[in-house]
């Protein structure tokens, strides 16, 4: 249940980050609120699973277990906090309208802590935060209309048919492509067809950690129409080419 958690610390930071492979991250004592101003970033947990990419607004609670996959370079601004309530009992990413005025808070949050530690402003601008994203992880905002959410539920059965478009699921919802699109960005973090190249990527990843399947065959197992396809896909998302991965 969403609630204004009563913050005890916080620390502000900005962090360049570059393109690396899955890593996994036991859960940490915080609580951690990010804008990202750059890059994309894969992150799966709590039953979560979204990208997050420049513009948006990126939670994530104390004692959660999750991976993330850096794809792209990048930087973001975080604020780390410790609460005795978390803002959302999952991970969650949202992208605000406002994002100028989230930067300028986290900006100037981030010169002040560097400065003068964790004082009374440092507070003041992490109340501020909260409640600039309070609105933004309400239900209404989080969780999508149930034909959408049928719509992924069918896509993520499907989701290794080659023949799979991103038409024929704006059709199953009903509404447009262009609408869907947008609406599925909205609620699940990445585009449709990100999506499906993420869930492919990891299935593929499984397949050739088992040493079992040639690249060929991985590459028709996951929904990909060619393997020279597949290995340039999966070389740009993992940074190691599908030979590489199996023999690593």
Known sequence: MLS????????????????????????????????????????????????????????????????????????????????????LDVPATVTPAFSLALENLFSGAVTHYAANGCDLTTFSFAYQLLSAAYPLFTPEQRFPPRRLRECKKFLDDHFTDSAMRVSTLAQRCGISEVYFRREFKKFYG?????????????????????????????????????????????????GKSPKEYRNA
């Open 4 to 87: 204004t958690p009563i913050l005890e610390r916080v620390q502000f930071m900005r962090t360049d980050y570059q393109k690396k492979p899955l890593v996994s991250v036991a859960g940490r004592p915080l609580h951690s609120l990010t804008l990202r101003k750059s890059g994309k970033v894969m992150l799966a947990g709590g039953g979560a699973l979204f990208t997050s990419e420049a513009g948006s607004l990126t939670y994530v609670p104390a004692g959660c277990d999750y991976h993330t996959e850096i794809l792209e370079d990048g930087f973001m601004y975080t604020m780390h906090f410790y609460a005795q309530s978390p803002l």
């Open 190 to 238: 990445a585009t449709p067809l990100e999506y499906i190249k993420k869930r492919r990527i990891e299935l593929a990843k499984m397949l050739l950690e088992t040493g079992l399947y040639s690249v060929t065959e991985v590459a028709f197992r996951t929904g990909f129409e060619n393997s020279s396809y597949f290995s340039a896909e999966f070389s740009r998302t993992v």
